[in-house]
T-cell receptor
Framework: KAGVTQTPRYLIKTRGQQVTLSCSPISGHRSVSWYQQTPGQGLQFLFEYFSETQRNKGNFPGRFSGRQFSNSRSEMNVSTLELGDSALYLC????????????FGQGTRLTVV | KQEVTQIPAALSVPEGENLVLNCSFTDSAIYNLQWFRQDPGKGLTSLLL???SQREQTSGRLNASLDKSSGRSTLYIAASQPGDSATYLC???????????WGAGTKLIIKP
């Protein structure tokens, strides 16, 4: 079965611009989480959605936002990009419940110049 | 606040050796612990998930153990191969807050 699909794979943006990243979860998975990975901070939780509702949010500024659609696909948006937003953004999907495996996409590599 | 630590940060061993990677956490009130591998520039591949009520899980040459009371987990890799070279990360889920809290990873190099 198809895995988690993230698009685009690579992005280069200019400071001050905004960006939207997309994540299509595994069929049947209704929970989608987003993580930021940087060399300095490692993996950090951004937010988690289930059935179009944000259930949890990490410690990121309001410039980072997300949403989930009725088909469980999710998008995250970063406005007013800063150089420090350059990172690998990873999306994970899982079945409902807390004791379920998280399956990750290949990530979107965002470079802010 | 939960903190997850992985030691060592890097490990290089000859092919064929059995090896153990370590993961420790400060708060034992976890729901589960997962081990992942990450190849350079790639996403994360789930290896094993251990629920808080379990002591170990096995998949092929991999065996993960969990000791909640001491806040430790180990990932045992038997008969290592060059294809096992990757960064291995552990992550815990706390209660029902639906987020993974990550260690910094152990970069493993298996020398042919």
């Amino acid at each position: 079965k198809a895995g988690v699909t993230q698009t685009p794979r690579y992005l280069i943006k200019t400071r001050g611009q905004q960006v939207t990243l997309s994540c299509s979860p595994i069929s049947g998975h209704r929970s989608v989480s987003w993580y930021q990975q940087t060399p300095g901070q490692g993996l950090q939780f951004l937010f988690e959605y289930f059935s179009e509702t944000q259930r949890n949010k990490g410690n990121f500024p309001g410039r980072f936002s997300g949403r989930q659609f009725s088909n469980s696909r999710s998008e995250m948006n970063v406005s007013t990009l800063e150089l420090g937003d350059s990172a690998l953004y990873l999306c994970a999907s899982s079945l409902p419940g807390v004791n379920t495996e998280a399956f990750f996409g290949q990530g979107t590599r965002l470079t802010v110049v | 606040k939960q903190e997850v630590t992985q030691i060592p940060a890097a490990l290089s061993v000859p092919e064929g050796e059995n090896l153990v990677l370590n993961c420790s956490f400060t708060d034992s009130a976890i729901y589960n612990l997962q081990w992942f591998r990450q190849d350079p520039g790639k996403g994360l591949t789930s290896l094993l998930l251990i629920q808080s009520s379990q002591r170990e899980q096995t998949s092929g040459r991999l065996n993960a153990s969990l000791d909640k009371s001491s806040g430790r987990s180990t990932l045992y890799i038997a008969a290592s191969q060059p294809g096992d070279s990757a960064t291995y990360l552990c992550a815990v889920t706390m209660d029902s807050n639906y987020q993974l809290i990550w260690g910094a990873g152990t970069k493993l190099i298996i020398k042919p």
